[in-house]
Nanobody, 117 residues
Framework: QVQLVESGGGLVQPGGSLRLSCTTS????????MGWYRQAPGKQRELVAR???????NYADSVKGRFTISVDNTKKTVYLQINNLNAEDTAVYYC???????????WGQGTQVTVSS
């Protein structure tokens, strides 16, 4: 059974940083693409970053140079380091997994990131 549990969100001032964590179970990283999405109030959910172990890593243009996705296979955890936050980054951030062959998708419950002074 696949489970994704996000943590690390919170209230942060503009220019600040956070590290989001996605603790996984039932995931074999070598056959899953892992990613982070976000959804701001009144907006559609959008891709922030995604990575395939041994493959490519992609970022949304709006976060390039500020966000970094990484995977710790030992801890079965996916991280999203987010730096130089601004108000437009305020959103619920979701962890996402997609099986590379069956394309089965899984979502976490989300973690709120609020950027405000």
């Amino acid at each position: 059974q696949v489970q994704l549990v996000e943590s690390g969100g919170g209230l942060v001032q503009p220019g600040g940083s956070l590290r989001l964590s996605c603790t996984t179970s039932g995931i074999i990283f070598s056959i899953y693409g892992m990613g982070w999405y976000r959804q701001a109030p009144g907006k559609q959910r959008e891709l922030v970053a995604r990575t395939i172990i041994g493959g490519s890593t992609n970022y949304a243009d709006s976060v390039k140079g500020r966000f970094t996705i990484s995977v710790d296979n030992t801890k079965k955890t996916v991280y999203l380091q987010i730096n130089n936050l601004n108000a437009e980054d305020t959103a619920v951030y979701y962890c996402h997994a997609r099986h590379l062959y069956s394309h089965q998708e899984y979502w976490g419950q989300g973690t709120q990131v609020t950027v405000s002074s």
